[in-house]
């Protein structure tokens, strides 16, 4: 059993900052990518940032300049540390992670059950 547990999320003000945080747990043999995508209501889920193990980053054009994603291998966890926050970046935030669970098993997505951020005065 593999879970991806979110925090961070919330309220914030425009020009506000937030911390997102995603702990993988459970049996994991290797994690290969990492990141985060958002989704709004009745919208397509989109691709926020993505790290490989091995440092690789990708940024939507959208966050360029104001998120930073990280990951801490030896914990199993992704941030995000977004800054400069808009209206437009209020959406669910769901941590996406491709496990190995042992040596000889196939790599597997995982999604985390979602954290909610609104950025609204």
């Known amino acids: 059993q593999v879970q991806l547990m979110e925090s961070g999320g919330g309220l914030v003000q425009p020009g506000g900052s937030l911390r997102l945080s995603c702990a993988a747990s459970g049996t994991i043999f290797e994690i290969s990518g990492m990141g985060w995508y958002r989704q709004a209501p009745g919208k397509q889920r989109e691709l926020v940032a993505a790290?490989?193990?091995?440092?690789?980053?990708n940024y939507a054009g959208s966050v360029k300049g104001r998120f930073t994603i990280s990951r801490d291998n030896a914990k199993n966890t992704v941030y995000l540390q977004m800054s400069s926050l808009k209206p437009e970046d209020t959406d669910v935030y769901y941590c996406?992670?491709?496990?190995?669970?042992?040596?000889?098993?196939?790599?597997?997505?995982?999604w985390g059950q979602g954290t909610q951020v609104t950025v609204s005065s």
């Open positions: 790290i490989t193990s091995g440092g690789s980053i």
């Open positions: 996406h992670a491709e496990i190995r669970r042992t040596l000889i098993s196939p790599r597997v997505t995982y």
